[in-house]
C-alpha cells in the first residue's frame, strides 16, 4: 500500500515540479517536503488542502485508504480575501485610468459632476484612442475579464491583462498618430496597436498561469524564456505600427 509521502511524490512528478518548486508554492522549506515524502513528519490538516488544490486531486484521493480524517471530507476554502484585494487592485487600475481620462480629455464646463463622469465624450487633441475605448465598449469588457480573472483567483492572467492594457494604449497613444488627417482620427493607428497588444495578453497570461501551477522559477530557462516571451510580446505591436507609418 503507497504511503502518504509516496502519493506527494507522485503526484509533485507527475505536475513536473521539483521539491525546491513545490516548497516554494506551499511556503515550507525543502526540508519540509523531503520529510513529508520520505514519511519523516506529515503536512499539516491545512498542508494537506493546498497539496490537493494544487494537484487538482482531493485529499481523500491523496491519503492512502483508512487514514481518511472527517476533516478531510472538506473542501478547502478560497482565500477570498487574497482575492479579494488583488480584484480591488487591478479594478483601482482601470478606474484611475477612467478618471485621468475624463480629467485630460472630457471638459467639465456646463455640466454635472454625474454628467462629467459618465455623458461627456471626449473631445480635443490626443483624445482619439480614449474615446474609440469608451465608445466600443472595449474598455468595460477588458476591465470586466481583469475583475473576474482576478476573482478566480487567476491572478497571474488578471494582472497580465491590465499591464498590456494600460501598454497597449500608452504606445497607441504615442505612436499611432499618422501626419495625414490625425487630427480627424483617420490614419490614426492607436487601435491597431492597442488591440494587438490586449490580444497578445491572453496567451502570455495563460502562459504565466500555466508556470504558476507549475511552479516554475523566474531564474529557471522556462521563465526566462516567458518572461523574454512577455517583453517581445509587448514592443512587437509598437514595432509593427512603427513600421507601417513609415511605409
Not at 51 to 77: K, M, N
Request: aromatic share 10%; proline share 5%.
Amino acid at each position: 500500500m503507497t504511503t502518504l509521502g509516496q502519493r506527494i511524490r507522485e503526484h509533485r512528478r507527475r505536475a513536473g515540479m521539483s521539491q525546491e518548486a513545490l516548497a516554494r508554492r506551499m511556503d515550507v522549506s525543502r526540508q519540509a517536503v523531503t520529510k513529508w515524502e520520505s514519511g519523516q513528519s506529515a503536512p499539516s490538516t491545512e498542508n494537506l488542502f493546498r497539496l490537493a488544490e494544487l494537484f487538482h486531486t482531493t485529499v481523500d484521493l491523496l491519503l492512502p485508504p483508512g487514514e481518511a480524517s472527517p476533516a478531510a471530507s472538506a473542501r478547502p476554502r478560497p482565500d477570498w480575501r487574497h482575492r479579494a484585494e488583488m480584484t480591488g487592485l487591478v479594478l483601482a487600475g482601470y478606474l484611475i485610468f477612467y478618471l485621468l481620462g475624463r480629467v485630460l480629455w472630457c471638459p467639465m464646463e456646463g455640466s454635472s459632476l454625474l454628467g462629467w463622469l459618465v455623458w461627456n465624450r471626449p473631445g480635443g487633441d490626443g483624445s482619439y484612442l480614449y474615446g474609440w475605448l469608451l465608445s466600443s465598449g472595449l474598455f468595460w469588457w477588458a476591465m470586466a475579464l481583469s475583475v473576474l480573472t482576478a476573482l478566480l483567483g487567476r491572478y497571474r492572467l488578471s494582472l497580465v491583462t491590465c499591464a498590456y492594457f494600460l501598454l497597449g494604449f500608452l504606445t497607441g497613444f504615442l505612436l499611432g498618430p499618422h501626419p495625414a488627417g490625425a487630427a480627424l482620427g483617420h490614419g490614426h493607428y492607436g487601435w491597431a496597436c492597442w488591440g494587438f497588444t490586449y490580444l497578445l495578453s491572453l496567451p502570455m497570461g495563460l502562459l504565466a498561469e500555466r508556470a504558476r501551477r507549475k511552479g516554475v522559477p523566474l531564474r529557471s530557462r522556462s521563465g526566462r524564456l516567458l518572461a523574454a516571451g512577455m517583453v517581445l510580446s509587448a514592443v512587437l505591436p509598437a514595432l509593427l505600427v512603427a513600421l507601417a507609418k513609415t511605409a
